[in-house]
C-alpha cells in the first residue's frame, strides 16, 4: 500500500510554468513506476507522462511532449511535473499514480492521489 500526495497546482498565466509534487508514503517508493494524468472538466481522465522505477525511461502524451518533464527522486520518495509553456488546454485536475510497471493507461495504476488543479488563463 501506498499514499500519495500532490501538491503544486494554482493558477498560471499561458506561456507560464508549474512544478508539481507528489510524495508518497507507506511502501517502498522506488518499487513503484510513476504516472501523471489530468481530467479536465466533462472530459476523460487521459495520460500525461509516466517514468519507470529508476527513472531511466519516460513516456510522454504528444500533448505535452516537449514542454513537460517528469523526474523523480528516490531519496526523498517523491516525482516531479515541470509543466512549462501552459496553455489554456492543460487547465484540469492533475493526479499523479503508482503502478509497478510504467504504463500509459490509468487502469495500469493501483494507487491515486486526490488530485491537484492546475488553471492555465489566457
Known amino acids: 500500500q501506498v499514499q500519495l500526495v500532490e501538491s503544486g497546482g494554482g493558477l498560471v498565466q499561458a506561456g507560464g510554468s508549474l512544478r508539481l509534487s507528489c510524495t508518497a508514503s507507506?511502501?517502498?517508493?522506488?518499487?513503484?513506476?510513476m504516472g501523471w494524468f489530468r481530467q479536465a472538466p466533462g472530459k476523460e481522465r487521459e495520460f500525461v507522462t509516466a517514468?519507470?522505477?529508476?527513472?531511466?525511461?519516460?513516456y510522454y502524451a504528444d500533448s505535452v511532449k516537449g514542454r513537460f518533464t517528469i523526474s523523480r527522486d528516490n531519496a526523498k520518495n517523491t516525482v516531479y511535473l515541470q509543466m512549462n509553456s501552459l496553455k489554456p488546454e492543460d487547465t484540469a485536475v492533475y493526479y499523479c499514480?503508482?503502478?509497478?510497471?510504467?504504463?500509459?493507461?490509468?487502469?495500469?495504476?493501483?494507487?491515486w492521489g486526490q488530485g491537484t488543479q492546475v488553471t492555465v488563463s489566457s
Open positions: 499514480a503508482a503502478s509497478f510497471g510504467a504504463r500509459t493507461y490509468s487502469s495500469a495504476y493501483d494507487y
Open positions: 517514468i519507470s522505477r529508476s527513472g531511466d525511461i519516460t
Open positions: 507507506g511502501r517502498t517508493f522506488s518499487v513503484y513506476a
